[in-house]
């Protein structure tokens, strides 16, 4: 069974401009949820999506978006890029909501570095 | 809130010996826990998780964590580090859905 997908692996943009990730989920899975990773932060928890909403959001500013699709896939745009948002960014996927049961599987990420 | 602290940034261990890697986290109520392990340019793989019962839990390549609900741990163990293990370990805690706090991260070298 194929992993979680993400693209592109990597992105460079400017400051200003903005940009959608994509992720695709192991097949079956129904949750995605987003992550944010830097060396200063670390791991951050960007959303969650389930059945096509939004059910758990985290700290960021109203720049951070996303949506799912009916078919599970999931994209996240970040508008008005600011070289703070430079990150990987990293989509998980799980089966149901997530907890011992349905745990959270990884994608490699998306590399974002912004100029 | 929650919050998971992992006191050692790097660890170093020879080939062969033995690993703990620290996990303190901070919870309200009984917490899922997981230990995930990433390779630099990866992203997260699952080695164990906890939810409930047996507080000793064994993992994906030899790895083991054991619950102290009074110390407020969940240590990851391995008897015998491989060159391969070299990564970096993220303890993390959740209340049930996909909203993890994860640690800051604890580097492990293997040296030969």
């Known amino acids: 069974k194929a992993g979680v997908t993400q693209t592109p692996r990597y992105l460079i943009k400017t400051r200003g401009q903005q940009v959608t990730l994509s992720c695709s989920p192991i097949?079956?899975?129904?949750?995605v949820s987003w992550y944010q990773q830097t060396p200063g932060q670390g791991l951050q928890f960007l959303f969650e999506?389930?059945?096509?909403?939004?059910?758990n959001k985290g700290n960021f500013p109203g720049r951070f978006s996303g949506r799912q699709f009916s078919n599970s896939r999931s994209e996240m745009n970040v508008s008005t890029l600011e070289l703070g948002d430079s990150a990987l960014y990293l989509c998980?996927?799980?089966?149901?909501?997530?907890?011992?049961?349905?745990?959270?599987?990884f994608g490699n990420g998306t590399r974002l570095t912004v100029t | 809130a929650q919050s998971v602290t992992q006191p050692d940034i790097h660890i170093t261990v020879s080939e062969g010996a033995s690993l703990e890697l620290r996990c303190n986290y901070s919870y309200g109520a009984t917490p899922y826990l997981f230990w995930y392990v990433q390779s630099p340019g990866q992203g997260l793989q699952l080695l164990l998780k906890y939810f409930s019962g047996d507080t000793l839990v064994q993992g994906i390549k030899g790895f083991e964590a054991e619950f102290k609900r009074s110390q407020s741990s969940f240590n990851l163990r391995k008897p015998s580090v491989h060159w391969s293990d070299a990564a970096e370990y993220f303890c993390a805690v959740g209340p049930g859905g996909n909203k993890l706090v994860f640690g800051a991260g604890t580097i492990l070298r293997v040296k030969s």
């Open positions: 999506y389930f059945s096509e909403t939004q059910r």
């Open positions: 998980a996927s799980s089966l149901e909501r997530g907890g011992a049961s349905s745990p959270l599987h």
């Open positions: 097949s079956g899975h129904r949750s």
